[in-house]
């Protein structure tokens, strides 16, 4: 069990970040639950603290400045300085490059790297000053090997991955570790979003047959968050059904 730390997840409304919300709150962490549903948010910090742990409900948009400062802010009020940041929220959208939008480009780089951008800022200062602190991002697989009618998503993913390897060797040695999961297809909303025809193909390729469960995440999570990794800094960790083997 970890004592109480003051952990923010977001995106923690559904699916993936419901399940690490879920998780950290039932190993110890007082979680801040981050959606851009307050109701989504408060029903996943209401299970939370009817199972004994301690969660708080925070509406806000990662890719928003004012937002994510008060995010931060919240998560600071309710249980101190935070020690954990899960950088998790994020969309989904298929087109062919060629068919691809600037607003649907631009709308992705914002929630999946801007927001875990301007997230880790809000919560880096204080965690070098502590000495101490965890961030995990929510990356994909397809940062690592894109995906047809996905250059907007994969391109973010592996924006997050870069930014973390950089961010990771800045402050290591000043005791704030920063990882990667990169999952492969789980079973949540967001991947229902995608094409039938793309989730059969997908389940086809995968040598063990069949899609995570966000709660297979979050055990990723959980571990890249406890003392148990001190010696993981600017991994890239794959649940991924053996897709992606590096
Ligand atoms: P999900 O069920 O759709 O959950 C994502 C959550 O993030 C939703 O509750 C969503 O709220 C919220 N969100 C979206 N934009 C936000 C913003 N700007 N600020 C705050 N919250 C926001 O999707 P998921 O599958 O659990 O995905 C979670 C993460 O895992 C994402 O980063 C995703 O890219 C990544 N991932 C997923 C898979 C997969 O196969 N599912 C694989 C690899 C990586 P709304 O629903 O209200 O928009």
Redesign the pocket.
């Known amino acids: 069990m970890m004592s109480g730390i003051s952990t923010i997840v977001?995106?923690?409304?559904?699916?993936?970040?419901?399940a690490i919300a879920e998780r950290l709150g039932a190993d110890g962490y007082r979680v801040l639950v981050?959606?851009?549903?307050l109701e989504?948010a408060e029903t996943v910090a209401a299970g939370i603290r009817s199972r004994g742990g301690a969660a708080v409900a925070f509406a806000?948009?990662?890719?928003?400045e004012a937002?994510s400062a008060s995010i931060h802010t919240a998560a600071v009020k309710a249980h101190g300085t935070v020690g954990l940041l899960v950088n998790?929220?994020?969309?989904?959208h298929q087109a062919l490059f060629e068919n691809l939008e600037v607003h649907d480009f631009d709308r992705m780089f914002?929630?999946?790297v801007r927001?875990t951008f301007l997230m880790t800022k809000a919560v880096l200062g204080p965690m070098l000053a502590a000495g101490k602190g965890s961030i995990v991002n929510?990356?994909?697989?397809?940062g690592q090997i894109g995906g047809i009618e996905l250059a907007h998503?994969s391109g973010a993913?592996a924006a997050i991955i870069g930014m973390t390897k950089s961010l990771a060797r800045e402050v290591s040695s000043r005791g704030v570790r920063v990882n990667v999961v990169?999952?492969?297809?789980?079973?949540?909303?967001?991947?229902m979003?995608l094409s039938r025809e793309w989730r059969e193909r997908k389940k086809s390729e995968l040598p063990l047959g069949r899609?995570?469960e966000?709660e297979e995440?979050a055990a990723t999570v959980a571990f890249l968050a406890s003392d148990e990794a001190s010696l993981f800094v600017g991994q890239t960790l794959g649940p991924n059904s053996g897709d992606v083997m590096l």
């Open positions: 977001t995106g923690a409304g559904s699916g993936i970040g419901r981050n959606d851009l549903s989504r806000g948009d990662v890719s928003s937002d998790n929220a994020g969309i989904a914002a929630v999946h927001g929510i990356a994909s697989q397809l998503y993913k990169a999952p492969g297809p789980i079973n949540t909303p967001l991947v979003e899609f995570g966000p995440v």
